[in-house]
């Protein structure tokens, strides 16, 4: 990897403590529908659900039978219409909201089951994906762009919880040198430990599925084809 390559992001995140969440009771009645849903435990679950006709972060402590409102807002009390988040444990969360803008894009962190949340800004378009091994080691992928069913991604790595980011690797400009191609989709990130992670991909137009593999905590790629089995 070049040595231009590895960017210790000390100005790619501007953390900002921004204003506390709402934390009215939701019974799970009042619950519309559900979107995504993380359990930690028996006990404890994160959940996207539609309530009152908007999509909210939602936190239970007793198996799913209430639920308290934890999403996060920006400083200046915008909501989000929609978001995904990725869960680490049950008190450490991400959220990243929809939507596509020019350079950067906002993203929050909780470390205390969604009593506060801090805001970072990313300088990329989107983040796409998030994934933490631990509370301390994670990486996130971002997408920097798409044409033709193809897209530029960047993936960041951290080793102090998302206080700062590294980026391992930049796609199409390091494309030739980390085995990770242009063509195709770059969704969601996974790691299963420090060097090895997976991101699932495709082509739309042939219909074709893969799963980008690393075992050097995704510096280097490999492409492998999802066949159907016969």
Do not use: C
Not at 68 to 94: E, L, Y
Not at 206 to 215: C, I
């Amino acid at each position: 990897m070049r040595t231009g390559l590895a960017i210790v992001m000390l100005t790619f995140i501007t953390l900002v403590l921004v204003s506390p969440p709402l934390h009215g009771q939701t019974s799970a009645g009042d619950i519309q529908s559900l979107e995504t849903i993380r359990m930690t435990d028996l006990q404890n679950g994160w959940v996207i659900a539609k309530v009152e006709s908007s999509f909210r972060l939602l936190r239970s402590t007793d198996g799913g039978t209430h639920w308290k409102d934890v999403t996060p807002i920006s400083a200046s009390g915008r909501k989000f219409d929609r978001f995904r988040i990725s869960v680490v444990s049950s008190d450490i969360a991400w959220v990243m909201p929809y939507g596509i803008s020019e350079a950067t894009t906002g993203i929050f962190r909780t470390v205390d089951s969604g009593r506060t949340w801090k805001s970072i800004t990313v300088s990329a378009p989107v983040v796409g994906s998030i994934s933490f091994i631990n509370p301390r080691e994670g990486w996130l992928a971002t997408s920097e762009g798409a044409f033709a069913g193809s897209n530029a991604v960047s993936i960041y790595s951290s080793t102090d919880g998302g206080g700062t980011w590294t980026r391992v690797v930049s796609v199409p400009s390091d494309s030739s040198n980390s085995g990770l191609p242009f063509a195709g989709s770059k969704d969601t990130i996974t790691f299963l430990n420090s060097t090895t992670g997976w991101i699932t991909g495709g082509i739309l137009t042939t219909d074709t599925l893969f799963l980008y593999v690393t075992s050097d905590g995704g510096r280097t790629w490999a492409t492998r084809e999802i066949v159907p089995a016969s």
